[in-house]
């Protein structure tokens, strides 16, 4: 799923939708966790009500939240898949090519990017598989990136269901993007 104009300047990237998150238009419909997150950060677009009604579609008997109504509202907050055509559940199946990084690269260049979320450290591999593994961390990335007239910061945060490091100090790893 892609949520980008040129108005957006923080934009987070995943690795893939999966076939619900498109069918629902969904991001991360496997459970709320993204969300939650970014309910209590401050990615959350200034005078953006958090409401689950509104924000939200009932899916399999639980609500997941529109990509559109968060994304696509006319706020700075994009979205943005880097293997946008795989539809693999599992991170692990999905084969990132060379041509999706650099249309990636492409897309984010006709944006008005300022800081960059890398949504998890697979996704922060593919993009820069030169980063030592033994210095690699959430946080922000020691890499010098201008992307059309911006220069970019660069920030790999974690994968909201996966990791085992706690909400809070998640939001506050989210909390350094914005």
Not at 81 to 87: E, I, T, W
Request: hydrophobic share 35%; charged share 25%; glycine share 6%.
């Amino acid at each position: 799923m892609e949520y980008l104009s040129s108005i957006k300047e923080v934009v987070l990237v995943g690795l893939n939708p999966t076939e619900q998150a498109l069918k629902h238009n969904a991001v991360f419909c496997q459970t709320n966790g993204l969300w939650e997150i970014i309910k209590h950060s401050n990615l959350m677009p200034n005078g953006i009500i958090y409401d689950e009604i509104h924000l939200s579609t009932e899916v399999d008997g639980k609500y997941k939240y529109f990509a559109n109504k968060i994304f696509g509202i006319n706020t700075n907050l994009g979205f943005l898949d880097l293997a946008p055509d795989v539809y693999e559940k599992k991170s692990k199946d999905v084969k990132v090519s060379q041509q999706q990084r650099d249309a990636l690269w492409l897309k984010l260049s006709m944006t008005n990017v300022k800081k960059i979320g890398l949504l998890g450290k697979r996704v922060t591999r593919e993009l820069y598989p030169n980063l030592k593994k033994s210095k690699f961390s959430y946080g922000k990335i020691d890499v010098k990136n201008q992307i059309g007239k911006n220069q970019v910061e660069v920030y790999c945060i974690p994968f909201p269901e996966t990791v085992p490091i706690k909400k809070e100090d998640k939001i506050t790893l989210y909390n350094t993007v914005k």
